[in-house]
């Protein structure tokens, strides 16, 4: 699945999908959430959070 | 609908603008110095302006949204950053005033420039604020 196709399932731009790639954006919950649904797998899985 | 709006809103102010310059440039009156700066200031909101359309316009034909929540936090965010530069732009035209017009012997800015200046700065900052963070991420 390329950037484009994850941004238009997940409805944001294609930018944002690439700053969160980089670690460079802190998406909502609620768009992690939707991230995690779209890869079908957990927000855990996909997000790591540093202490 | 409402993306579709705010890019035509968009680009008709932006061709407004273009039009009172052009106006301002070919019109009866002589263009001082000062004048010069109220003419490319405009011209690179326009700029700006056209290139922030493009950008949505380019989303929106690749079936993205034109703007999701990382391009409206950081809309807003630059638009309280622009609102600090403006109280600090109109600050520095009454120093401007005070400092080189009144003791250097510059010429004064009287209240129809102080505006045009304050008008046009902030939307320069606000423009390359979002330019700047768009380009950033948002960490």
Known sequence: ?51 | MKEKMSIVAGAGIAILLLVIVALYLFGPSSIETYDVLLIIIPLILVVGAITFLWDRLKNIRAGLPSADERAKKLHWKAGAYAYIATIWIAIGTMWYNIIFAENLGYPELNAGQVVAVIVLLSGLVWFALQFYFMKQGDI
Do not use: C
């Open chain 1, 1 to 51: 699945m390329t950037q484009e196709d994850l941004a238009r399932k997940v409805g944001v731009r294609r930018e944002t999908i690439l700053f969160i790639e980089k670690g460079k954006y802190n998406p909502s919950l609620k768009l992690a959430h939707d991230i995690s649904r779209a890869l079908q797998t957990t927000i855990e899985e996909i997000f790591i959070f540093d202490d």
